[in-house]
């Protein structure tokens, strides 16, 4: 065998060539980095010339003074509406705070809860006893259409309530639409702590418990009824959920957590195609007979408690289709101020399809007499709420 020897000069160029060439890889590999981080910062760069040129036209020529806080938020407004996707907006600062306010479940208000129209318009699904709203005269299934006179129908959903709202003792006014003649009706505003479960027990010790929202003080509100009513001998449990919104993720986990058997309640597909456990229950398990009550305005989170229960086989749903929404949104604080609610995914239990845009089909559909659809289900007299006395017959 022949040994060939490198000679140090020879070594030294192919050192010298090998160099040459990792760093030209290297050097074409960062360039097509750059490259495309600076045809991003281009476009970037020609989206933010475009706001500044109508800015600066806008303070050059506009023929009053300018108020260019409120320009921005509108702007910020208007780039969230783009995504034509109701449930994302920009809020000021002080939308912002009247958010967490109203997440906690105290908020300065007239007392309603509403529900966002096909239209555009605001509808009454509650009047809380003993506000503004009730004293003044406001009803369910009223159809709020301007606030303070302003046209809500092609406003954000967000900023049509967050225009109800506002610092207490002040004056609001409301334009509604009842039974195709309009009203108006001027209330003042004031700081309301809102109840979300209410408890009874009905015949042969079913107990009855309806939550009105998913906020923070709903936990502590949710635990005091579920431990009463076992207390008291509940044998089944009538969850009402008509009317109910939604609200915290995590207050409707806590929620299911006592009901339902270990593991994975909920997930979550995000837009990197991850999939992520958004939901999950304890070992800890309520064994009793179950049913809910929903209807066209049971939505969100409150579908997600509905539809877990019944895929976990604890419980039927009575009355009517739900709302149909199967998305969760994030909400996060801006460094200039305000908070940004953007939709982050679309979410379904553990056993079953996304809902969205579907809604839950009841297992047994049943519509409430005509006479009480704009009455709060607690105020109707005892043997007359259709869907209340089929789950109980249901659960007999």
Known sequence: ???????????????????????????????????????????????????????????????????????????????????????????????????????????????????????????????NPNSPAESAGIVINDIII???????????????????????????????????????????????????????????????????????????????????SIKSGAKAIIFDLRNNGGGLLTTCESCLDPLLPEGDVATALFKNGKNEVICRSDKNELNLPMAVLVNENTASASELFSSALRDFDKAVLVGKNTFGKGIMQNTVDLDGGGGLRITVAAYKTAKSDCYHGIGLKPDYEIDLPEKYLNVDFEEIPDGEDSQLMKALEVLK
């Open 1 to 127: 065998m022949n040994n060939k020897k490198i000679s140090i000069k020879s070594a030294g160029l192919i050192a010298a060539v090998a160099s040459v060439v990792t760093f030209s890889f290297t050097t074409l590999f960062s360039f097509s980095i750059c490259n495309d981080s600076i045809a991003e910062l281009r476009n970037k760069s020609k989206e933010i010339n475009r706001i500044y040129e109508v800015q600066n036209y806008i303070n050059n020529n506009y023929y009053e003074d300018v108020d260019n806080d409120a320009i921005t938020d509108a702007a910020l407004k208007g780039m969230v509406s783009g995504l034509n996707d109701r449930y994302s907006a920009y809020m000021t600062p002080e939308e912002y705070e009247a958010d967490i306010e109203d997440s906690k479940g105290s908020v300065s208000g007239i007392g309603i809860t509403v529900t966002e129209s096909e239209n555009g318009t605001l509808k009454v699904i509650e009047v």
């Open 146 to 228: 301007k606030i303070n006179g302003n046209d809500i129908s092609k406003m954000e959903y967000s900023d049509a309530v967050n225009l109800v709202r506002g610092e207490p003792e002040t004056e609001v006014n409301l334009t509604i639409m009842r039974n195709e003649t309009e009203k108006e009706f001027t209330m003042l505003r004031e700081q309301i702590d809102t109840i979300t479960v209410t408890h009874k027990m009905l015949e042969n010790n079913i107990a009855y418990i309806r939550i009105k929202g998913f906020k923070e003080n709903t936990v502590s509100q949710y635990k005091e009824a579920l431990d009463n």
